[in-house]
């Protein structure tokens, strides 16, 4: 028995039928490689600062890695599938945002950029826009897909971030803040390879019905 191919079945929208295109699909498997790329160096990251602490060997690489992290982001903030165009965007212009920032850090301290974050919390109004384009991917997931891990990753990353920025959080919380949000980011990666492709795709006659009211008004 031959399968026909995933293009020619038809989904029943909400505003009337589509088909998944190949384009589709790799956009999907797009946001997921994003999605493990960041998932992975930050864990790295996390994990290695955790266990030998701020030795500079560490402290240098966390610059790298969270390069690595932010490029994998990226990817997944242009490939993700959002009905809102105008959240979409806002995630992207957190994102660049928090980029420019850390650039900007980056280029006029010669310090880590981990100890130059960490030894100055301000600094997180800048490059914490970046986690907060994250966590808007862990809203979104929350709220489509109800993913246990994404409710609790949501109020993880402003927990560790504001509190560090106010400086209320003992070491220890920050710690075990940071352990948890890297091991639930690696498990929510993980479970988004095994996930099927055409519910990350969404709706396509939302998408399209969206498209038609922005170009009447």
Same mark, same amino acid.
């Given at each position: 028995?031959?399968?026909?191919?995933?293009?020619?079945?038809?989904?029943?929208?909400?505003?009337?039928?589509?088909?998944?295109?190949?384009?589709?699909?790799?956009?999907?498997?797009?946001?997921?490689?994003?999605?493990?790329?960041?998932?992975?160096?930050?864990?790295i990251g996390s994990f290695w600062l955790l266990l030998q602490g701020p030795e500079p060997v560490v402290l240098k690489?966390?610059?790298?890695?969270?390069?690595?992290?932010?490029?994998?982001?990226? &990817?997944?903030? *242009? !490939?993700?599938?959002?009905? @809102?165009? +105008?959240?979409?965007?806002? =995630?992207?212009?957190? %994102?660049?945002?928090?980029?420019?920032?850390?650039?900007?850090?980056?280029?006029?301290?010669r310090e880590p950029l981990a100890l130059v974050v960490y030894n100055h919390p301000i600094t997180l109004l800048g490059?914490?826009?970046?986690?907060?384009?994250?966590?808007?991917?862990?809203?979104?997931?929350?709220?489509?897909?109800?993913?246990l891990e994404t409710k609790f990753l949501v109020p993880i990353v402003p927990t560790l971030l504001l509190g560090h920025?106010?400086? &209320?959080?003992? *070491? !220890?919380?920050?710690?075990? @803040?940071? +352990?948890?949000?890297?091991? =639930?980011?690696?498990? %929510?990666?993980?479970?988004?390879?095994?996930?099927?492709?055409?519910?990350?795709?969404?709706?396509?006659?939302?998408?399209?019905?969206?498209?038609?009211?922005?170009?009447?008004?």
């Amino acid at each position: 028995m031959i399968t026909a191919p995933s293009e020619s079945v038809v989904y029943e929208g909400q505003f009337g039928e589509f088909t998944i295109t190949e384009s589709d699909r790799q956009e999907v498997k797009l946001y997921r490689a994003g999605l493990c790329i960041s998932a992975l160096s930050f864990a790295i990251g996390s994990f290695w600062l955790l266990l030998q602490g701020p030795e500079p060997v560490v402290l240098k690489s966390l610059t790298i890695l969270f390069g690595i992290f932010s490029m994998g982001l990226a &990817v997944s903030l *242009i !490939a993700i599938h959002i009905y @809102l165009v +105008a959240l979409h965007r806002v =995630l992207q212009v957190f %994102f660049l945002t928090g980029t420019l920032s850390t650039i900007v850090l980056a280029w006029q301290i010669r310090e880590p950029l981990a100890l130059v974050v960490y030894n100055h919390p301000i600094t997180l109004l800048g490059v914490g826009f970046t986690f907060a384009a994250l966590t808007g991917i862990y809203f979104k997931e929350a709220f489509c897909f109800n993913r246990l891990e994404t409710k609790f990753l949501v109020p993880i990353v402003p927990t560790l971030l504001l509190g560090h920025l106010a400086g &209320v959080l003992p *070491i !220890a919380v920050e710690k075990g @803040l940071l +352990a948890t949000w890297s091991a =639930l980011f690696l498990v %929510f990666a993980l479970r988004k390879v095994l996930q099927p492709i055409p519910p990350d795709i969404g709706d396509k006659s939302v998408f399209e019905y969206l498209k038609q009211q922005r170009h009447k008004s």
